[in-house]
T-cell receptor, first 114, second 116 residues
């Protein structure tokens, strides 16, 4: 069975600082990995996804993530955050490229302050 | 990107009553929609997969007679919480699959249900 662990429930950072949101997964089959962002009172928006190829994936809003198969990780990074990046971030895994059957982590709250 | 709407955005009801939540894909057709439930500080849990013109597929542990799903058209799926109880209070999120976009799921903004 697949599972996703987001190691940090809350990550407070100052504006313009770098940030890393951690995600580890477990699966016995090939996986496809996703990061979603949820702003207050809004639905989930896809940030980026890893399907195959280069292990470094670039997404929207300056975010990127690196797939590490040996460490079963897919950590999300941004070199310099903005106040507007304050949101809930979800890591998810799926057995198909379209992300149909998504298994979500519990989420990480990123709080950016000035 | 594609837009998915939900209505209502929040609802308060009395215990024992039924509540219907709508999920609409506004600018694409979706043969498949999904219903998730999200508890505070928890991840999204898939409740069921809604297929246009056929019966929904429920995840293990989800009561199909309590959470009625109807996917009557290519742009609308409804979730009805029947005989609601306080433990049904939660945030319900739908998503719709856009086949023309490689099957990408687009999520709605969610519906906050509070049962008194």
């Amino acid at each position: 069975a697949q599972s996703v662990t987001q190691l940090d429930s809350q990550v407070p950072v100052f504006e313009e600082a770098p940030v890393e949101l951690r995600c580890n997964y477990s699966s016995s089959v090939s996986v496809y990995l996703f990061w979603y962002v949820q702003y207050p009172n809004q639905g989930l928006q896809l940030l980026l996804k890893y399907l195959s190829g280069s292990t470094l994936v670039k997404g929207i809003n300056g975010f990127e993530a690196e797939f590490n198969k040996s460490q079963t990780s897919f950590h999300l990074r941004k070199p310099s955050v903005h106040i507007s990046d304050t949101a809930e971030y979800f890591c998810a895994v799926s057995e198909d490229q379209a992300g149909t059957a998504l298994i979500f982590g519990k989420g990480t709250t990123l709080s950016v302050s000035s | 990107g594609a837009v998915v709407s939900q209505h209502p955005s929040w609802v308060i009801c009395k215990s024992g009553t039924s509540v219907k939540i709508e999920c609409r894909s506004l600018d694409f057709q979706a043969t498949t929609m999904f219903w998730y439930r999200q508890f505070p500080k928890q991840s999204l849990m898939l409740m069921a997969t809604s297929n246009e013109g056929s019966k929904a597929t429920y995840e293990q542990g989800v009561e199909k007679d309590k959470f009625l799903i109807n996917h009557a058209s290519l742009t609308l799926s409804t979730l009805t919480v029947t005989s609601a109880h306080p433990e049904d209070s939660s945030f319900y999120i739908c998503s719709a699959r856009d086949e023309l976009a490689g099957g990408t799921q687009y999520f709605g903004p969610g519906t906050r249900l509070t049962v008194l």
